[in-house]
């Protein structure tokens, strides 16, 4: 088991079909200990119901709006009653539903500061608050999509988050080799979750991939919980800043 002995914090767990619970179940089945995060009251009772899918409890549950400093700061209290963790995934991102069904030039300055904060900022954060409690040679993994290096129909805003996180990823790793900690970003193919269906026309998406990626198919959330656990691992010690495509291929495309 690659992660066995090792302790990772995941955040958020939204529900059975997200990109982070996917990560969640690989990283259990390879032996990591868990800290598992939830936005609010509102989801703690999907992720409670999704435990006993795990090989093994997770060591907490906690609450993390990531807008929130002080609650950036609880959630690395609670980790911390651990020792020092070897990681943790950031599997956060937010737009305004106007966002991604309007054009991109309609979109407003309190809708453009929301995406960017919860969706690029929050992995900022995360570094500063949990820095104190990580390894040395820790991993921080962050979730990306092509949608921050060409332009997708649609994404809008959310493609412009996602550059910022990119950026955000290389310039961490820089802040942060100095004490071996790696930081690496996964840029997944169209997974059919529900958060991603919420951009105005995910399912034309979904097929388009299909026919144009070389490997003629859409990935699936475990073949990206794979690469996090890659990533999670002693197998990956000398990659960091890097932005590993995830996508059956498509983004190697020219026509």
Same mark, same amino acid.
């Given at each position: 088991?690659?992660?066995?002995?090792?302790?990772?914090?995941?955040?958020?767990i939204a529900n059975k079909r997200s990109i982070a619970w996917a990560i969640a179940k690989e990283m259990d089945a390879h032996g990591a200990e868990l800290i598992l995060g939830y936005q609010s009251e509102r989801t703690k009772d999907t992720v409670v119901s999704l435990l006993e899918e795990l090989e093994k409890p997770p060591l907490a549950l906690v609450a993390c709006d990531v807008t929130s400093d002080e609650q950036l700061a609880a959630a690395r209290d609670v980790a911390g009653q651990f020792g020092k963790i070897d990681g943790f995934v950031h599997c956060l991102a937010y737009a305004p539903r106007e966002c991604l069904e309007e054009p991109f030039l309609q979109t407003s300055r309190e809708n453009f500061w929301t995406a960017?904060?919860?969706? $690029?900022?929050?992995?900022? +954060?995360m570094a500063q608050a949990f820095r104190p409690i990580l390894k040395n040679e820790a991993s921080i993994i962050a979730?990306?999509?092509f949608g921050a290096e060409k332009v997708?129909?649609?994404?809008? %805003?959310? +493609? %412009?988050?996602? $550059?910022?996180?990119?950026?955000? %990823?290389?310039?961490?790793?820089?802040?942060?080799? %100095?004490d071996q900690i790696r930081v690496n970003a996964i840029s997944a193919g169209p997974v059919n979750t529900l958060a991603a269906r919420g951009v105005s026309g995910f399912l034309g998406i979904?097929?388009?991939?299909?026919?144009? $990626?070389?490997?003629r198919r859409n990935v699936e959330a475990c073949e990206v919980a794979d690469t996090a656990v890659f990533f999670a691992s002693k197998l990956s010690s000398g990659i960091t800043g890097e932005i590993m495509h995830v996508d059956t291929g498509y983004n190697i495309m020219g026509m």
């Open positions: 088991m690659l992660l066995k002995g090792k302790k990772f914090a995941i955040f958020n960017l904060n919860i969706s $690029a900022y929050s992995l900022v +954060g979730l990306s999509y997708m129909p649609n994404y809008n %805003v959310m +493609g %412009v988050a996602k $550059a910022a996180l990119e950026a955000s %990823v290389r310039y961490l790793a820089y802040d942060l080799g %100095v979904l097929d388009l991939h299909e026919k144009r $990626a070389p490997l």
